[in-house]
């Protein structure tokens, strides 16, 4: 993707709305919206939008546990399968 290639001006965005949403769809590359000249907003398709929160979850759970074992937050998983096997006996 060549990002220059896909900023436009607001006035773009209103005039040819059918069209950008269109091409969205078709090669799924965001598309930089500007204002005076500087960009304001990205616009993109709804299964790159879906996929880009996804990722982002998945990251913000790599990184708590990431945390979790710098704190020492961790136990060694012998010791947490055998919590678990209780909890399933108890319950």
Known sequence: ?????????????KAHVAEIVRNLGECREP??????????????DI????????????LKILALGNRQVEEG???PAAIAI???????LEA
């Not at 598309?31 to 993109?44: F, R, S, Y």
């Not at 299964?47 to 998945?58: D, K, N, P």
Request: no cysteine; proline share 2%.
């Open 73 to 75: 937050r961790v136990l």
């Open 31 to 44: 598309l930089v919206i500007t204002q005076n000249g500087e960009a304001k907003a990205v616009v993109q």
């Open 1 to 13: 993707m060549t990002l220059s290639s896909r900023i436009k001006p607001v006035g773009y965005l």
């Open 47 to 58: 299964e790159s939008y879906e996929q880009t929160q996804e990722t982002m979850a998945l």
């Open 82 to 88: 055998k919590r678990l096997q209780r909890r399933l």
